[in-house]
């Protein structure tokens, strides 16, 4: 079964230097997991776990500026 036949959404984690990163899946655990795969374990330290929003596609322009 195709993983897309669950919904997924992108979230914006905090990070600690003030910036937002992008992530998607199922859940913000999902997402975690997923950017754990793309990133270093140092770029993983900077971001806030619990610190997050859900946004739609829609509404990404409106936080381009403070990706990090």
Do not use: C, W
């Not at 199922?26 to 997923?34: C, H, Q, V």
């Amino acid at each position: 079964m195709s993983s897309f036949s669950n919904p997924h959404y992108m979230y914006l984690f905090d990070l600690k230097n003030g910036k937002k990163k992008l992530a998607y899946g199922e859940s913000p655990e999902d997402a975690l997991d997923i950017l754990r795969i793309r990133l270093t374990e140092e770029e993983m330290a900077e971001i806030i776990p619990d610190s997050y929003i859900k946004i739609n596609q829609r509404e990404l322009q409106k936080y381009v500026k403070n990706l990090g």
